[in-house]
């Protein structure tokens, strides 16, 4: 993958905020433009939420001497929480050059970086204990083949955790919610990020993320069992875990 450097003279293109017709190839420019700022904006925007919504997502794998791959690793925020929750070996994945350079060169231990594609992992079947993905799956072009990608790498009994935002379960803070996201959330961007018009696809793919039922119906199908949700923040964040069926 090329690394992608931002241009003051081009109003960047961003990806569709739905599955159909999103191209991996933009979303891979969209998150190398925000990789430097990304930690940052992250903490602003989700009003330090973050930093617990890492800690559950690690927690949901049972990663205590595990081998974890965590997709979609970004700079690696999950993926240093697996490592400080007991993991044996985590890789982080990415399809963002950008992303996986701000993570590496900050030394953490114990992470193995990869560039590579939720769609073809570049991993044998049966390679890993636990998968998670943090925010990620909704930005892949075909979430319910990177599903079952996931099962693949996974060996029996294995656990998928996937922490996605999704609609407020209560009715008047769902109405602030939405709020938020169409109107402070990009305003916010504009100060905080190193892309803006990337928070506006931030927003509005969260909007057309599908329901907590419909993900964990892509679970069931994808080869999981035991399929369970548990809303954080009042709903804003779902986190999915299942159990790889043998």
């Known amino acids: ?26 979303v891979q420019e969209m998150f190398d433009r925000v990789a430097p700022r990304y930690d940052l904006a992250n903490t602003v925007l989700s009003l330090g939420q ?4 890492r800690r559950v997502t690690a927690a949901a794998a049972r990663p205590d001497g595990a081998r974890v791959l965590d997709v979609a690793a970004g700079p690696g925020n999950v ?8 993991a044996a070996q985590v890789t982080a994945l990415d399809l963002s050059y950008n ?8 030394g953490h231990v114990g992470i193995t970086w990869v560039n590579g594609d939720a769609l073809a992992l570049p991993f044998p079947d049966a390679s890993f204990d636990a998968v998670t993905i943090s925010f990620g799956l909704r930005n892949v072009p075909d979430p319910e083949a990177a599903l079952a990608e996931f099962a693949r790498v996974l060996r029996p009994g294995g656990r998928a955790v996937v922490c996605e935002f999704a609609d407020p379960t209560w009715p008047p803070f769902r109405q602030v919610y939405r709020r938020y996201l169409v109107g402070a959330l990009p305003r916010i961007a504009r100060l905080v990020s190193s892309s803006a018009p990337a928070y506006q696809y931030l927003a509005d ?25 548990r809303d954080l923040s009042g709903g804003i964040v ?9």
């Open 1 to 26: 993958m090329r690394r992608t450097e931002d241009s003051p003279h081009t109003e960047p293109r961003l990806p569709a905020a739905g599955r159909d017709g999103k191209d991996a190839a933009l």
């Open 99 to 106: 992303m996986l350079h701000e993570g590496a060169r900050q």
């Open 205 to 229: 793919s969260i909007l057309a993320w599908p329901d907590r039922r419909t993900l964990a119906g892509w679970m069931s199908a994808a080869g999981f069992d035991q399929v369970r949700v």
């Open 50 to 53: 973050d930093a617990h919504w």
């Open 79 to 86: 993926a240093v929480e697996l490592v400080a929750q007991g």
């Open 238 to 246: 779902a986190v999915h875990r299942g159990v790889r069926r043998g």
